[in-house]
């Protein structure tokens, strides 16, 4: 049975830092391209940030220069390191592990940025 679960969210202030993990089991972790999404309320989910089995990284314009995606293959985790949050950075975080056709989801954590 594949799981992905998430874990790191919660309540912090503009211009804290929360460092999110997506735990996977079930599968050959290293094998599976891995992203970071996210949904605030009201809104389309969006992708956040891609990283590739051999470690290539890609961002959304929005979260640039502030969020880092990385991959432990020896503990089957990702992580995104989001420094300096918004308050738009508001919103459930998904984690998602996809090769070729099948794709898997977690279940979410959130992150809500305010005073």
């Known amino acids: 049975q594949v799981q992905l679960v998430e874990s790191g969210g919660g309540l912090v202030q503009p211009g804290g830092s929360l460092r999110l993990s997506c735990a996977a089991s079930?599968?050959?972790?290293?094998?599976?391209?891995m992203a970071w999404y996210r949904q605030a309320p009201g809104k389309q989910r969006e992708l956040v940030a891609t990283i590739s089995t051999g470690g290539t990284t890609d961002y959304a314009d929005s979260v640039k220069g502030r969020f880092t995606i990385s991959r432990d293959n020896s503990k089957n985790t990702m992580y995104l390191q989001m420094n300096s949050l918004k308050p738009e950075d508001t919103a459930v975080y998904y984690c998602?592990?996809?090769?070729?056709?099948?794709?898997?989801w977690g279940q979410g954590t959130q992150v809500t940025v305010s005073s």
């Open positions: 998602n592990a996809k090769r070729l056709k099948l794709g898997y």
């Open positions: 079930g599968i050959n972790f290293s094998i599976y391209a």
